[in-house]
């Protein structure tokens, strides 16, 4: 089979869970024969125009089509928050490919910055359309579905009302941000409604407020036009079914991991430091800032080592500032940056228990996985997502979710109970390997074209 993916970011620039996994699906797809291409997208900084957007390149024999764009109007467009999700010079160029490549399958795995009318074009040319949610950004512009206030949010509501409160406090200037926000829900809901409804197209920040307004509504229809969708936890059904998407289309598949080199090793207290690891982006929604505060919550002779892996996407950040300076007089953390994922397995090797201090609702995290093929068991924020795959007690431990004094009892009881350790690294659950997973989307891609 000819088959598409699509994700908004990819390798080399970016080598988050997505980008892994896409990759990962890409390559066992091309050793089972399928003629696979990767279409994605990349974000620069730089304002660009319509044209010489498009080129190509290769990861791993894998043919990559890459569209980059910067944070601006396209298209004949007014609006900047129309592009997040339905960008018409993208749209365009992907119509073609649809024509030149011919795929018998087209697989989505994220679409932000891209078009979600991308499925219209699959549905209208009879292309079998499959989607992986690796995040909320269907139903949240942030992604994340965390509130400034550290709340979770249960989607769009008040006809979108609550999206631009959140989307103003987290982008714009506080007096900006303060003024929507002292506007009552009701009045915010009808001026919404007056703009989705409006046949005049606005621009500048009226246009983003209307992109915005009819976001929810364009999205979601794109999405029950779709074959199938899957989701890595039953928790992340419940919130899109939540927000809106219903219709059955759902299929709860956990992720599948290249399992080559992990050796589950069963890890023991001894008189050495007890190593805690993290390994991700370094982000607020993250909560490292929580692993370091709590680690600040231990007594001074605590034998215990953090390390640090990875970057944020904008490394001078004030959260980034901020978060150096809560850890500089820490001797027990060390920040050690990124890897190459051919190293995870060495990487995981060296940690005693991988932390996991998540504010918001994680989808499965490929990092959870590939800890567990390691032996390595999690410490992790009791939130939907992750508390799907840790059995507290059993696997891994489970503190409340943005409590340093929380994370820091739990590794003081790891610290005391000198079987813990090597109790909870023996229950570990290898997971399904990328083989059996493609395994599966085979099997769905098949079912729906023998239809």
Not at 32 to 37: C, K, L
Not at 71 to 89: A, E, H, W
Not at 128 to 136: E, N, R, S
């Amino acid at each position: 089979m000819k088959i598409l993916l699509t994700t908004h970011v990819f390798l080399p620039e970016y080598f988050g869970g997505t980008e892994t996994l896409v990759l990962g699906v890409a390559l066992a797809l091309k050793q089972r024969g399928h003629n696979v291409t990767v279409v994605t997208g990349y974000p620069e900084k730089d304002k660009l125009g319509d044209i010489n957007q498009f080129d190509e390149y290769e990861v791993d024999a894998i043919r990559v089509i890459r569209f980059t764009h910067g944070r601006t109007v396209l298209g004949g467009q007014s609006s900047v928050m129309q592009n997040d999700y339905d960008n018409s010079v993208f749209e365009a160029r992907f119509r073609q490919l649809l024509v030149e490549i011919e795929p018998d399958v087209v697989h989505f795995h994220h679409l932000e910055r891209l078009s979600i009318k991308a499925i219209d074009a699959c549905k209208e040319r009879k292309i079998p359309a499959f989607l992986t949610a690796t995040d909320f950004w269907y139903v949240c512009p942030t992604h994340t579905l965390l509130l400034q206030n550290g709340k979770m949010c249960d989607g769009p509501a008040n006809g979108g009302a609550n999206c631009l409160k959140h989307v103003t406090a987290v982008s714009q200037p506080k007096w900006m941000s303060g003024i929507v926000d002292s506007i009552s829900t009701g009045v915010v809901e009808g001026i919404m409604c007056c703009l989705k409804r409006s046949n005049i197209r606005l621009s500048g920040r009226v246009g983003d407020v209307q992109a915005l307004a009819r976001r929810n509504e364009i999205i979601r229809a794109r999405l029950l036009l779709l074959d199938k969708i899957f989701v890595a936890t039953s928790h992340a059904q419940r919130v899109f079914e939540t927000a809106g998407i219903t219709g059955g289309k759902f299929r709860v598949l956990p992720f599948g991991i290249k399992s080559h080199g992990y050796v589950k090793r069963i890890r023991q207290r001894t008189d050495r430091p007890l190593v805690l690891g993290f390994i991700g982006s370094i982000l607020p929604h993250k909560g490292l800032h929580i692993l370091v505060e709590a680690s600040r919550l231990l007594p001074a002779d605590a034998a215990v080592s953090i390390k640090i892996y990875g970057k944020s996407p904008v490394e001078d950040s004030d959260y980034i500032k901020n978060l150096r300076m809560l850890a500089q007089d820490d001797k027990k953390i060390k920040f050690y940056g990124t890897f190459d994922n051919a190293k995870m397995p060495a990487i995981l090797d060296g940690i005693d228990t991988l932390v996991i201090p998540s504010l918001w609702h994680e989808n499965m995290p490929l990092v959870s996985l590939s800890a567990q093929a390691a032996g390595c068991p999690l410490i992790a924020s009791d939130i939907g997502g992750l508390s799907d795959v840790i059995n507290p007690g059993e696997n891994g431990l489970l503190f409340r979710t943005g409590s340093a004094a929380g994370l820091a009892q739990i590794i003081m009881n790891l610290l005391d109970d000198h079987d813990l350790l090597e109790k909870l690294s023996g229950a570990t659950v290898r997971p399904m390997n990328i083989d059996q997973y493609v395994d599966e989307l085979e099997l769905e891609y098949q079912k729906v074209r023998g239809s």
